[in-house]
């Protein structure tokens, strides 16, 4: 069984920062691609980031210059350093992992649970 674990959400001011971290933790063999998606109130959910196992990144535009994401293998971990947050960042954050699980033959994707991000004066 594998879960994705998030921490670190919360609300701050804007142009605050906030880290967020997904820790992956199960029977992994492997993790390719782990990223983060966020999903505002009545709209629909949309990619911030993504990170590969040599990682290579991609930014949504909307945050470029202000998001970093970043992982440590040895702990199957995801980070998304948030800088300079507006109010539009406020969001739901769900972290992602495609990865083979053992004894699995493909690979799947796993979602964590979500934490809130709120940005608010």
């Known amino acids: 069984q594998v879960q994705l674990v998030e921490s670190g959400g919360g609300l701050v001011q804007p142009g605050g920062s906030l880290r967020l971290s997904c820790a992956a933790s199960?029977?992994?063999?492997?993790?390719?691609?782990m990223g983060w998606y966020r999903q505002a109130p009545g709209k629909q959910r949309e990619l911030v980031a993504t990170?590969?196992?040599?990682?290579?990144?991609n930014d949504a535009d909307s945050v470029k210059g202000r998001f970093t994401i970043s992982r440590d293998n040895a702990k199957n971990t995801v980070y998304l350093q948030m800088n300079s947050l507006k109010p539009d960042d406020t969001a739901v954050y769900y972290c992602?992992?495609?990865?083979?699980?053992?004894?699995?033959?493909?690979?799947?994707?796993?979602w964590g649970q979500g934490t809130q991000v709120t940005v608010s004066s």
């Open positions: 990170i590969t196992n040599g990682g290579r990144t």
């Open positions: 992602y992992a495609d990865l083979v699980s053992r004894g699995a033959l493909y690979r799947k994707t796993y």
């Open positions: 199960g029977s992994i063999v492997s993790i390719n691609v």
